[in-house]
T-cell receptor, first 116, second 110 residues
Framework: DTGVSQNPRHKITKRGQNVTFRCDPISEHNRLYWYRQTLGQGPEFLTYFQNEAQLEKSRLLSDRFSAERPKGSFSTLEIQRTEQGDSAMYLC??????????????FGPGTRLLVL | AQSVTQPDIHITVSEGASLELRCNYSYGATPYLFWYVQSPGQGLQLLLKYFSGDTLVQGIKGFEAEFKRSQSSFNLRKPSVHWSDAAEYFCAVGNNDMRFGAGTRLTVKP
């Protein structure tokens, strides 16, 4: 069973540039989540999708951030006009269709972003 | 609002010794609780989870955790630590928008 994959694994960019990350969930997982993790902290929830619908967004997701999941499979997270404070690890997770009240989220390896 | 507190930033134990990592949560309803482990350069791996039922849950790699509603705690335990257990451990609570603690870094002495 292939796990969650994320590309690229590392990204270095200059302040003000746009970046896009991709997440491919586990096959047949209908929910997909984005988190951000800064050094020395736990992951912070950003947003999640059920199929192609974006159901929840955190206040952390400023208007410079946009996430899409157009066909209900892979997802992209774009950051426009990057700032140094955007430097972090961006984690993606997916979970299977809910049979009870909650299903386990399986995490990818993350994309580490450094904004210079 | 839901939140998680991991009081210990860093813990050092000797190999073979027992381990307990503390986790306290704040949640308005019946919590869904998780422990994840993160090794350098690796993604988060689920150790165990509690949704309902038996309050003592068993996980992978010999870990277990006990849900205590009266103490709002979900502490992680292992009877005998191995050097390969050195990693960052995260407790999390919630549903789709999970809240994670800040993590506890475990160092294992030979």
């Amino acid at each position: 069973d292939t796990g969650v994959s994320q590309n690229p694994r590392h990204k270095i960019t200059k302040r003000g540039q746009n970046v896009t990350f991709r997440c491919d969930p586990i096959s047949e997982h209908n929910r997909l989540y984005w988190y951000r993790q800064t050094l020395g902290q736990g992951p912070e929830f950003l947003t999640y999708f059920q199929n192609e619908a974006q159901l929840e967004k955190s206040r952390l997701l400023s208007d410079r951030f946009s996430a899409e999941r157009p066909k209900g499979s892979f997802s992209t997270l774009e950051i426009q006009r990057t700032e140094q404070g955007d430097s972090a690890m961006y984690l993606c997770a997916s979970s299977p269709p809910v049979r009870g009240k909650q299903e386990t989220q399986y995490f990818g390896p993350g994309t580490r972003l450094l904004v210079l | 609002a839901q939140s998680v507190t991991q009081p210990d930033i860093h813990i050092t134990v000797s190999e073979g010794a027992s381990l307990e990592l503390r986790c306290n949560y704040s949640y308005g309803a019946t919590p869904y609780l998780f422990w994840y482990v993160q090794s350098p350069g690796q993604g988060l791996q689920l150790l165990l989870k509690y949704f309902s039922g038996d309050t003592l849950v068993q996980g992978i790699k010999g870990f277990e955790a006990e849900f205590k509603r009266s103490q709002s705690s979900f502490n992680l335990r292992k009877p005998s630590v191995h050097w390969s257990d050195a990693a960052e451990y995260f407790c999390a609570v919630g549903n789709n928008d999970m809240r994670f603690g800040a993590g506890t870094r475990l160092t294992v002495k030979p």
